[in-house]
């Protein structure tokens, strides 16, 4: 099952336009609406030609610090055949608008909205926006976490429209949640989902736990429980959990509310700074993808 998939078009809006929107930062979580991501706030990456991009999350110190989330948008003609300057970075590729191409260890995918793609760090690989439309698509990065014992993902490449949704115990199919990975792998340290909500469903508790959350709003509206305030959020909006956010959420419908989950996984909690975990340096993961 699949649906529509929102992306931002920039632009400004009228110097006659009153200041309405509901951009919020607080110390547990984070609304970025739609309304914000605006040409003034894009940004742009060494080795990208034609691209700019809306970082939706970065990390920060004491608040969300293991992931990073940005929109991209390749004019035609462009892209990178050096996109990743981080050998120990991961990343997972999710397309809403437009078509393009990426190569990966030397075989080519084209990829269309509903397209997945996960990369595994240190892999070799090149996006292209060859179409003569815009390409935009969620790049969602982090420092994979090594563990002794456990090889590296393969790359992966998939459609929302090729998986059965799973359904959430006792909720008659309401609220389902698309998986492209297997959640039992424990090669995974993050998962990027999709999860969806018919009309009049519900969390009806508040998820208290330690993963951090970037959500971004691809479909439909909902009033969407954060710490301790109901908040309202519609297509085109991002959401930023830190850890043990509590969080819930009501869709009202008239239609579906789905939206883009990135959570950390499948990993002990560390417990000393990062340089005394004794995690394989950029060097080791080019070694284990020779």
């Not at 989950?261 to 005394?276: E, F, G, I, T």
Request: hydrophobic share 40%; aromatic share 12%; net charge negative.
């Amino acid at each position: 099952m699949s649906g529509n998939y929102f992306a931002p078009s920039g632009g400004h809006p009228p110097q006659t336009q009153l200041l309405t929107d509901r951009a919020v930062f607080t110390e547990a979580y984070a609304v970025i609406p739609k309304g914000t991501m605006r040409d003034i706030v894009t940004s742009f990456l060494p080795f990208w030609d034609k691209t700019r991009l809306w970082v939706l999350s970065r990390p920060l110190t004491g608040f969300a610090e293991t992931f990073s989330q940005y929109i991209m948008e390749v004019a035609p003609g462009g892209g990178s055949d050096r996109p990743e300057t981080d050998p120990g970075a991961e990343g997972v590729i999710f397309v809403v608008e437009g078509e393009g191409a990426i190569t990966i260890e030397d075989a080519t995918h084209d990829l269309r909205p509903g397209s997945y793609v996960y990369i595994p760090p240190a892999a070799k690989w090149t996006l292209r926006n060859q179409s003569d439309a815009l390409f935009k698509f969620h790049w969602i990065r982090k420092a994979y976490e090594a563990v002794d014992g456990l090889p590296l993902p393969e790359a992966i490449i998939a459609h929302e429209a090729d998986i059965v949704p799973a359904p959430m115990p006792g909720t008659d199919g309401k609220w389902t949640t698309t998986r492209f990975v297997d959640p039992a792998d424990m090669r995974h340290d993050m998962h990027v989902t999709i999860v969806t909500f018919e009309p009049g469903a519900v969390i009806p508790f508040a998820e208290t736990h330690v993963m951090e959350h970037g959500l971004y709003v691809l479909e439909g509206k909902a009033v969407y429980r954060l710490n301790q305030d109901w908040v309202e959020v519609e297509a085109g909006d991002y959401m930023w959990l830190r850890a043990f956010c509590p969080q819930a959420c009501y869709a009202g419908g008239p239609g579906r509310f789905r939206y883009l989950l990135y959570k950390d996984v499948n990993r002990h909690m560390a417990l000393r700074p990062a340089s005394a975990t004794g995690a394989a340096p950029s060097a080791d993961f080019r070694n284990a993808a020779e």
